[in-house]
């Protein structure tokens, strides 16, 4: 548990600064070397001294506000995946262009994401939240106004600029909402990620399968128009919940002063791996499964199978980092890129396996996608802690500068793997079949888990 406290710290021959960091408890960033010279000898009993505190009002109506409006922004984004691709290829789109139209979402929110985490502090976080959650609900009424559209090209390039405005609202939202974690719930910072993270994952509950029904209830317009209206409520009742948040003009952290530090890479590579993998099957999936006589419903409940995995474990996985502090976060991150790898050859099924009866196939989809949901949980959730830990082991201090750089860092990593998964899926996809496609894919994670595997190993034996 992170207890913040104030440190004498030495500036100089002469001078001293009083600098917020945090202090020791149950060995959480102990045991890793830092540039920051700490003496904890006489905070250690501090720490053990003061109990956990309890949830204040002002927190609880926080964490409603977050969890209520992200699981909305999120599944108006994921009730698209069961019916959009196919209606793209009925207006003449190809493969190529319906991953493009997927990923340029991300491309966009790459972009904004360190900006907003640069104008956190400025705008602040409450005002941030709620217009990326507006600019959501218009984009919804926006995909409603594409699907009239007869012509192909027509088709493509309205789509292609909705998710390009909806990107700019993601970015806000999401960028703002790490934030707020952060800022508000400073002693358990991996616990409430993790469960940020799950309410992530009730989105994909709620939006896949209920996206899919939707669509063969009422048609393209219906889920839409569903899912605008409850953002609109949602966002009406954040602006009464969701409590303002102090500004600062400090200059205490940047975006720029955290990617001159060497253990950030890991992390990023970690989020970017982490989105590349859940994106690469976003416009496929529901082509595959048209190959194996499945409808849009069952995509909808593949889909759901694997947010059902990551709902129930993305919680666990933070509250293991919050009790094992920061030395958990990245075994734990290194395991769960060796268990998406597994559960990409197992859903493809990649080719070592020789199946060929499509009744197996839709089990081992099954099995691979559950499985990935472990994975990408234990891949995720500790990378956010760790990377606000690595700052401060670097000399950056607790405010919302820095938790907004680190934000901002975070979105832009996962923007960026998932605007390239989205991307590379469909090329696979379309030049050796969904098979050998998952089978790269499981290579790539492996080989990357190797790599990252090595760096600590070398980084360690520099450091002893």
Request: negative net charge; aromatic residues 10%.
């Amino acid at each position: 548990m992170l207890i913040y406290k104030y440190q004498a710290i030495e500036a100089d021959e002469d001078e001293t600064a009083m600098q917020k960091q945090p202090c020791l408890e149950g060995g959480k960033y102990g045991s890793r070397d830092t540039s920051v010279a700490m003496d904890t000898s006489d905070d250690e009993d501090e720490c053990d001294d003061e109990s956990k505190p309890a949830l204040t009002m002002r927190q609880i109506c926080m964490f409603i506000g977050l969890a209520i409006a992200l699981i909305m922004d999120n599944a108006s984004y994921y009730m698209k995946e069961p019916f959009f691709p196919v209606v793209a290829k009925k207006h003449g789109l190809t493969e190529s262009q319906i991953g493009i139209i997927f990923g340029i979402h991300f491309l966009v929110a790459l972009v904004f994401s360190p900006i907003v985490g640069k104008l956190l502090p400025v705008i602040g976080t409450r005002v941030t939240f709620l217009t990326g959650l507006f600019i959501g609900a218009l984009n919804d009424g926006m995909f409603i106004l594409i699907g009239r559209i007869q012509s192909g090209p027509g088709f493509f390039i309205a789509a292609l600029s909705t998710e390009c405005f909806g990107a700019v609202g993601s970015a806000a939202t999401d960028t703002a909402a790490l934030a707020i974690v952060a800022q508000v719930f400073p002693n358990n910072v991996a616990k409430m990620i993790g469960m940020v993270e799950t309410f992530s994952g009730i989105a994909c509950l709620v939006g896949h399968p209920i996206g899919g029904l939707l669509y063969e209830l009422g048609g393209y317009e219906l889920p839409f128009v569903a899912f605008m209206s409850i953002t609109l409520v949602c966002l009406a009742i954040n602006c009464i919940l969701l409590p303002s948040t102090e500004k600062t003009t400090s200059r205490s952290g940047s975006i720029r002063t955290m990617i001159k530090i060497p253990d950030v890479y890991p992390i990023v590579l970690f989020i970017f791996t982490v989105a590349f993998c859940d994106g690469v099957l976003q416009p496929v999936l529901a082509l595959y499964a048209e190959e194996l006589s499945l409808t849009a419903w069952h995509v909808g409940m593949l889909f759901l199978l694997q947010g059902s995995a990551y709902t129930v474990f993305a919680t666990m996985c933070g509250c293991l980092s919050d009790v094992n502090g920061s030395l958990m976060n990245r075994p734990m991150a290194l395991i769960g890129l060796l268990v998406v790898s597994i559960s990409f050859a197992l859903a493809g099924p990649s080719p070592i396996f020789s199946v060929t009866d499509d009744k197996v196939k839709i089990i081992l989809l099954m099995i691979g996608l559950a499985c990935m949901g472990l994975g990408l949980a234990m891949a995720y959730v500790p990378t956010y802690p760790e990377l606000i830990a690595v700052a401060f082991e670097n000399g950056m201090t607790n405010d919302l500068n820095t938790q907004g750089a680190a934000a901002g860092i975070t979105m832009s990593s996962f923007c960026l793997g998932s605007f390239i998964g989205p991307t590379v899926g469909s090329v696979l996809y379309r030049f050796l079949g969904f098979s050998y496609l998952t089978t790269v894919i499981s290579g790539f994670c492996l080989l990357l888990a190797l790599l990252i595997s090595i760096y600590y190993f070398i980084r360690r034996e520099f450091a002893t």
